[in-house]
């Protein structure tokens, strides 16, 4: 019986010396209180607390946090009622302030997030809300840093998550985005249709500048025959002139050979150049020396025919 009782005594011990033993986690801290007062804050560790005197009032997570809160109704500087949602990023910097400055302090951040958002959005108009929300988000993240420093709590940034106008501004503002989409694909198919007709333009221009090229080389080659085909004409009558006068000169060699007189090689260069006229001329220029013999030829010629 005696011995039962020990080690329940000692079993007891063990259990309370065994509840004494804390090991705080990363990222965490723990905030002791001995007799109901505040004793101090444990950090990431292992800590023996006094038994029965000493007692972890709460637990507080040092990591950065989110608070999604849910749409709050906001009125605009020109009367227009809307409805924003935010979400606050926020981190616990000082457990014990976290622990005894303010009774709930997530009740606390939704509150002055709503009435700060209140303020911000009453000297906005509508445009101005939908169009400035990087400037909401830094006056209400410098508002809420400075309001919750005696919490404990660092707010690290604010983000407007919706912003949700009246039924009948969204339905406006849903015909004049379908206005402006018809705008830019009116615009977008004139310039288009703008493009293609420079295209067009360009092509018949350059279709035009072919043919130009085209007709250009065939003038140039037609030229160019007709040239080439006169050329081959004048030495042919040039080839034809030296072999009938190479023919007269072979002629006259052989009558002088043979001691033909003068008169009779003077007739021949008569009649050669009756030949070279061919016909053609109706007039012919002959050297004073040679009109006599010309005229004796003549006369010579209309005895014969008698």
């Known amino acids: 019986m005696l011995i039962g009782i020990v080690v329940a005594l000692i079993v007891i011990i063990l259990a309370i010396l065994v509840s004494c033993l804390k090991v705080v986690p990363q990222a965490q801290a723990y905030i002791v209180e001995r007799l109901g007062a505040y004793q101090g804050t444990w950090s990431v560790g292992f800590h023996v607390r006094m038994p029965f005197l000493d007692k972890v009032a709460r637990r507080v997570n040092l990591k950065e946090q989110v608070a999604d809160f849910p749409p709050q109704p906001v009125i605009t500087k020109d009367n227009v ?75 690290n940034r604010v983000e407007l998550k919706n912003i949700i106008p009246p039924a009948e501004i969204q339905n406006a503002m849903e015909k004049q985005m379908k206005a402006e989409r018809e705008r830019r694909e009116a615009v977008t198919r004139a310039e288009g249709e703008k493009k293609a007709k420079v295209l067009v333009a360009e092509g018949e221009k350059e279709s035009a500048i072919l043919r130009a090229e085209a007709e250009k080389q065939s003038a140039i080659l037609r030229a160019e025959a007709q040239k080439e085909k006169m050329i081959r ?72 025919q008698k």
Do not use: C, H
């Not at 935010?86 to 976290?98: A, C, E, H, S």
């Not at 050669?272 to 004073?288: C, M, R, Y």
């Open 81 to 155: 009622t809307m409805r924003i949602d935010t979400v606050v990023f926020y981190q616990i910097t000082d457990p014990k302030l976290f622990t005894y400055g303010v009774e709930n302090p997530m009740m606390a951040i939704e509150n002055l997030t709503a009435t700060t958002l209140r303020n911000i959005i009453g000297d906005l108009e509508l445009d101005q809300t939908l169009t400035s929300r990087e400037t909401i988000n830094t006056k209400m993240r410098a508002a809420l840093d400075i309001a919750t420093d005696p919490w404990g709590i660092k707010v």
């Open 233 to 304: 004409e004048a030495e042919g009558e040039a080839e034809a002139i030296l072999k009938v006068q190479q023919a007269n000169a072979d002629g006259i060699r052989m009558l002088k050979e043979a001691g033909a007189d003068e008169a009779v090689l003077k007739i021949k260069s008569l009649e050669a150049f009756e030949k070279v006229a061919d016909g053609k001329a109706n007039t012919i220029l002959l050297p004073s020396e040679l009109q006599g013999i010309a005229s004796l030829a003549t006369a010579w010629k209309e005895a014969g």
